[in-house]
Structure formats: structure tokens, C-alpha cells
């Protein structure tokens, strides 16, 4: 059995092309702030719009846990 040094050359490359994408995969905090950042560049109203959204389901919650716990 011999084994040509460029098939152990390419299939060594191959490999490092999935452990690399099977790392970009885990590393959700990388790819949430490539969203954000190309959020913010191409569509910053929706944005604003998202971060609004966002603080009235915030205020709300609360709001409703406070009215919970006064009763």
C-alpha cells in the first residue's frame, strides 16, 4: 500500500477545513456579532427597532413579576 504524499497532503487539508467549520459552528458568540455588526451596517432601523422591541419585553416582564408579587 503506498500512499502518494499529496493525497496525505490534501486529505489533511480537508480535514483542517472541517475541524475550522465545525469550530465556526460552536462559536456562537463570534457569529452573533458578525450579525450585529453587518446588522448595524446594512439596516440600522431595524436595529433600533429590535433593540426597542427588546426593552419593552424586558419592562414588561418586570412589570408583571412586580404585579405578581404585590398581590
Known sequence: M?????DVDRARAELAATVDA????????QRTRERFDRL??????ALAGIAAGAAVAVAGAVWG????IRR
Not at 465545525?22 to 458568540?29: E, F
Not at 413579576?65 to 405578581?68: E, F, N, P
Open 40 to 45: 448595524r451596517k446594512e439596516n440600522p432601523v
Open 65 to 68: 413579576i412586580v404585579r405578581l
Open 22 to 29: 465545525i469550530g465556526y459552528k460552536l462559536n456562537v458568540p
Open 2 to 6: 503506498t500512499t502518494d504524499r499529496s
